[in-house]
């Protein structure tokens, strides 16, 4: 049975950082891709980061320069790391495992975890 579980969300004032980390079980961590999508309140889930089996990542450029995304394979960890955080931030964030044939395409999710940025 596939398992993510994320963890590490919470309320961050605007400029305030937060690490997010996905716990992996039941597959073989090393050979898929992992990425994070979000989704606020009335808008379409979209991708933020993905990262392969060889550690190449992506960004949608909206988090650019303020996010980064890393795995740990001995601990079957996905992480994101996110930096100068802005109320659009906002959203629930899910990790998920996937494939990587040209693009990124998540094939299990997690719960999600919900991150807040507000003063």
């Known amino acids: 049975q596939v398992q993510l579980v994320e963890s590490g969300g919470g309320l961050v004032q605007p400029g305030g950082s937060l690490r997010l980390s996905c716990a992996a079980s039941?597959?073989?961590?090393?050979?898929?891709?992992m990425g994070w999508y979000r989704q606020a309140p009335g808008k379409p889930r979209e991708l933020v980061a993905f990262?392969?089996?060889?550690?190449?990542?992506n960004y949608a450029d909206s988090v650019k320069g303020r996010f980064s995304i890393s795995r740990d394979n001995d601990k079957n960890m996905v992480y994101l790391r996110m930096m100068n955080l802005k109320p659009e931030d906002t959203a629930v964030y899910y990790c998920?495992?996937?494939?990587?044939?040209?693009?990124?395409?998540?094939?299990?999710w997690g719960q999600g975890t919900q991150v807040t940025v507000s003063s």
């Open positions: 990262i392969t089996g060889g550690r190449s990542t």
């Open positions: 039941g597959i073989v961590f090393n050979i898929y891709a």
């Open positions: 998920n495992a996937g494939g990587y044939e040209r693009y990124y395409y998540p094939k299990f």
